[in-house]
């Protein structure tokens, strides 16, 4: 899968692809067909690129099925 931005491919790095993808779909909407990378999607929602990790383990220790 590729990001929808800058058209790298989304893959492991400081998150998960999986988790990427799976914050894409949180914080974008489920029913999304384009995804963002780490760098794209942090740009987009105007936060650090760090903080997407705690971001993903915080939904997924709220029992999010996403993750």
Request: hydrophobic share 40%; proline share 1%.
């Given at each position: 899968?590729?990001?929808?931005?800058?058209?790298?491919?989304i893959?492991n790095?400081?998150?998960?692809?999986?988790n990427?993808i799976a914050?894409n779909?949180k914080l974008?909407g489920?029913k999304i067909?384009?995804?963002?990378c780490a760098?794209?999607?942090?740009?987009?929602?105007g936060?650090?690129?760090?903080?997407?990790?705690?971001?993903?383990?915080?939904?997924?220790?709220?029992g999010?099925?996403?993750?």
């Amino acid at each position: 899968m590729v990001c929808h931005e800058c058209e790298r491919e989304i893959k492991n790095g400081i998150i998960t692809a999986k988790n990427i993808i799976a914050l894409n779909k949180k914080l974008l909407g489920r029913k999304i067909i384009i995804f963002f990378c780490a760098d794209c999607l942090a740009e987009y929602l105007g936060i650090e690129k760090s903080d997407l990790p705690e971001m993903a383990e915080r939904f997924k220790s709220q029992g999010c099925t996403l993750f």
